[in-house]
C-alpha cells in the first residue's frame, strides 16, 4: 500500500499568488511524487479578498487539491488543523510563494518515508545551500537567530524558520497539538519540542529565491520569537516532555 502526503500551503489574501503556485505545484507532485497516494490542502487562515474564490476553483480544476477555511489568522492555526485533520501518513507544507525550488520536495518526503526521521527540514544556512536575492538585513537576522536558538537550546539544526517542512503522522499526532503558537514561531517550537522530545530531525539544503512582497515584519516576528524561545526555555519544554511521559509517547 502506497503511503499517502499532504502538502499544506498557507494563505492569506494571495487570490493573485495561489492559481499559478497551486498549478506548478501540481504538475511537480503528479511527476515526483508518483510512488505516493498525495494531495495539496490550501489552507486559508483569515483571508479577505478573493483567495476562496481562488482555492474553490482550483479544487474544481485540479484532483487531489482541497480547500480548508478558518476564520482566525495565524499559519501556525492553519498548520496545526491541516495536519491534525488530515488522515495522510506524511504532512508537509510551503510557503504560497515557493521560495524552495520544489526539486527538493521529493528528498524531504523521502527522508520521512524511510522511517529513519519524524522531521524533514529545508535549511537556508547549511553549506551547500543556495540563497538568492535574500537581503543583508534579512540574512543578519535569521544567522543571528539561529546563533540564538542553538546556543538556548544546543540543537543541531540550524534554521528554524524555513517555510519548507515535513513531519510523520506521529510527530504530527504528538507534537502539533503541543505547539502553542498559532504564528511565525509555530515552526521554530515544533523543530526544539521535536528535538528535546527525541523525534528524529533531518536538514536538508535547499535553493531558496527570496520572495519580495514578503509580507514577514522582521522586528515584530523578530520580538515574537524571542518571547516565545523563553517561553520554551522556561519551562515550555518540560512542560510537553511531561505531557508526553504521561501520555505513554516517551
Known amino acids: 500500500m502506497r503511503l499517502s502526503v499532504n502538502v499544506v500551503i498557507p494563505c492569506l489574501n494571495e487570490e493573485v499568488a495561489l492559481p499559478g503556485s497551486i498549478r506548478r505545484l501540481h504538475g511537480v507532485m503528479s511527476n515526483d511524487l508518483a510512488p505516493y497516494q498525495w494531495s495539496i490542502t490550501v489552507a486559508d487562515n483569515g483571508s479577505t479578498d478573493g483567495t476562496a474564490a481562488a482555492a474553490l476553483a482550483l ?61 524533514a527540514t529545508g535549511s537556508r544556512l547549511l553549506p551547500d545551500s543556495q540563497v538568492v536575492g535574500r537581503t543583508l538585513k534579512r540574512e543578519i537576522t535569521s544567522r543571528g537567530y539561529s546563533l540564538l536558538f542553538r546556543t538556548m537550546f544546543f540543537t543541531s539544526f540550524r534554521d528554524a524558520q524555513c517555510g519548507f517542512k515535513a513531519v510523520s503522522r506521529r510527530a504530527a499526532d504528538d507534537l502539533a497539538p503541543l505547539v502553542q503558537d498559532n504564528g511565525w514561531f509555530f515552526d521554530s517550537e515544533l523543530l526544539i519540542l521535536a528535538q528535546k522530545c527525541g523525534y528524529p530531525i533531518r536538514e ?47
Open 59 to 119: 479544487c474544481d480544476e485540479l484532483p487531489a487539491v482541497c480547500y480548508l477555511r478558518l476564520e482566525q489568522r495565524g499559519r501556525g492555526r492553519a498548520l496545526r488543523r491541516a495536519w491534525t485533520e488530515s488522515p495522510a501518513d506524511i504532512q508537509a507544507y510551503m510557503d504560497v510563494d515557493l521560495s524552495t525550488n520544489l526539486a527538493h520536495l521529493r528528498p524531504m518526503i523521502d527522508a520521512i518515508a524511510s522511517g529513519g526521521y519524524d522531521v
Open 204 to 250: 536538508l539544503p535547499i535553493h531558496w529565491t527570496d520572495d519580495p512582497d514578503t509580507r514577514v515584519r522582521i522586528l515584530r516576528t523578530a520580538w515574537e520569537d524571542v518571547k516565545g524561545l523563553l517561553r520554551l526555555k522556561f519551562g515550555g519544554v518540560g512542560k510537553v516532555r511531561r505531557q508526553l511521559r504521561a501520555a505513554g509517547k516517551l
